[in-house]
């Protein structure tokens, strides 16, 4: 049995009383219908019209997360060279 629900009942206590997103697919197929992809369109609409600022601060540190993670060595070494750098300083 697929449990997949919108409760708008419940609040978060996050995203300043925006509705609760909650999924579960109990081993069925998870995917989504439109009514579903609707609800969570309007949810994270909630939560970004909570606090724009606090929203781009968000989606900046994780356009910056998937930058570092596609380029994990280039970051790991440009992060050896600095801590060099300060250390010899």
């Known amino acids: 049995m697929r449990s997949s629900s919108f409760e708008p009942d419940r609040p978060c206590a996050a995203a300043c009383g925006a509705a609760r997103w909650?999924?579960?697919?109990?081993?069925?197929?998870?995917?989504?219908?439109?009514a579903e992809l609707e609800a969570l369109r309007q949810h994270l609409g909630q939560c970004s019209a909570c606090d724009p600022r606090l929203a781009a601060l968000r989606?900046?540190?994780?356009?910056?997360?998937?930058?570092?993670?596609?380029?994990?060595?280039t970051t790991v070494a440009l992060a050896a060279v600095v801590t060099a750098a300060l250390l010899l300083l």
């Open 22 to 34: 909650a999924t579960s697919s109990y081993g069925d197929s998870a995917d989504t219908r439109p």
């Open 59 to 73: 989606c900046g540190g994780l356009r910056l997360l998937a930058l570092v993670n596609s380029h994990q060595v």
